[in-house]
């Protein structure tokens, strides 16, 4: 049996508007629009669960530990 892929493929103009706009959407931190411009970008592509900005996480994380003293560190348990 010979097996094939089949890809999607769309003109240049609407990848490079896909592009700029996703840019733009970055740009702004608009997290929601990213997405949906791979959506409709990636036809496969179906994400799972909600959005989370892990870095946003980390630094809230940091910010937190630097509050209580910690520096960042997970405190050792004895």
């Given at each position: ?5 089949i890809?999607?493929s769309m003109?240049?103009?609407d990848?490079?508007?896909i ?6 959407a ?16 990636v036809?496969e592509y ?10 946003w ?11 209580v003293g910690?520096?960042g ?6």
């Amino acid at each position: 049996m010979i097996m094939r892929a089949i890809e999607h493929s769309m003109p240049w103009r609407d990848v490079q508007r896909i592009i700029d706009e996703m840019l733009d959407a970055l740009n702004r931190n608009d997290c929601d629009r990213a997405r949906d411009l791979l959506m409709k970008g990636v036809i496969e592509y179906r994400p799972g669960g909600t959005l989370q900005d892990h870095v946003w996480l980390r630094k809230a994380e940091l910010v937190h530990a630097k509050q209580v003293g910690n520096g960042g560190f997970p405190r050792a348990s004895i």
